[in-house]
């Protein structure tokens, strides 16, 4: 007889986690032995599955690189007992814990599955139930032995994203998240259906490497018409600031001024690292193309392709806590680490 899988649930907070308390009427934390009462199906589900919560719970607007720390070393700690891993996770920093996990879990192989909720677990109507029973069968899906999707994911609604090519769209419907620059990895409907060719799929012999050093001394300049040198200035002047995530116009553009090229350009002589992200939800920079990227590029901004600002300022914390050098930063910034952006070879 096959082994019955085994899920760990990892619950950190947001409205996933809380329910009515039927006395008051208030929302609060539900435990394990709460959430069985509230989902009967998950005894039904024939999968093994325990629970840890990281107390006490919180929304995820209070999340910080600490916590992605405390989330990598739980799942290192809980490696080989389980087959898979969901995370219970607010849904307004999803994005960048998942986007944070994906760097931090180095040679993943197996399913660490974010998921939450826009109504309370213990609401009638709430789309937490469908979440997590699906996220718990994907996070315990196997194909020959082998998990079938082994990578740091959201899922929502009904369908299973790579978490460091997702955002938050909706602050009211199910359908919370979009990833805009890669295709979904698994689809549910009366089934869950798993497209293999957009999976990644590590290599075998690599064992999990945590990388937990964190540098949080960035910051994220989104350009407007009519900025001025004042603000463009005290931003790159921020003392001991290692990076900046330059939210550019269309593919990569900005205001021609001699004076944004100036500053750019002694920021960059400074060892200031300037990434150019497009304030556009889908498609990716491509500095050259037009004129108004060419003073960007030629004072030293790097390209960001088509990541997500979530993807980026995580990736920039990550490589800015991890390597040494500003030469090696901008080697890895140039990489995609975690199937994070599609480079484009022109
Ligand atoms: N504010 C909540 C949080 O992110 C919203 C949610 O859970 O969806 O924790």
Redesign the pocket.
Known sequence: MEEQSAVLLIFT????SMSEDPATGALRPVDFERLQVLLPELMQIGIRIKSIPFLPL????DVHPVTWEKMALCIEENYDEYDGFVILH?????AYSASALSFMLENLSKPVIFT???LPIGSMRSDGKENLLSSIEIAAAKENGHPIVPEVCIFFEDTLFRGNRTTKKNAEHFNAFNSYNYPPLAKAGVHIKYFRSFIHYPDPDSKLKLRLNTNPNIAVLKLFPGISERVIRSILDIDGLRAVVLESFGAGNAPRHQWLFDALKEAIDKDLIIVNRTQCSTGSVEMGRYETSLNLMSAGVISAYDITTEAIVTKLMYLLGEYETTMEVKKWLSVSIAGEMTIQND
């Not at 919180?58 to 607007?61: E, H, L, Q, Y």
């Open positions: 907070g947001g409205t996933i919180i929304d995820s607007s607010g849904t307004d920093t999803m939450g909720a826009q």
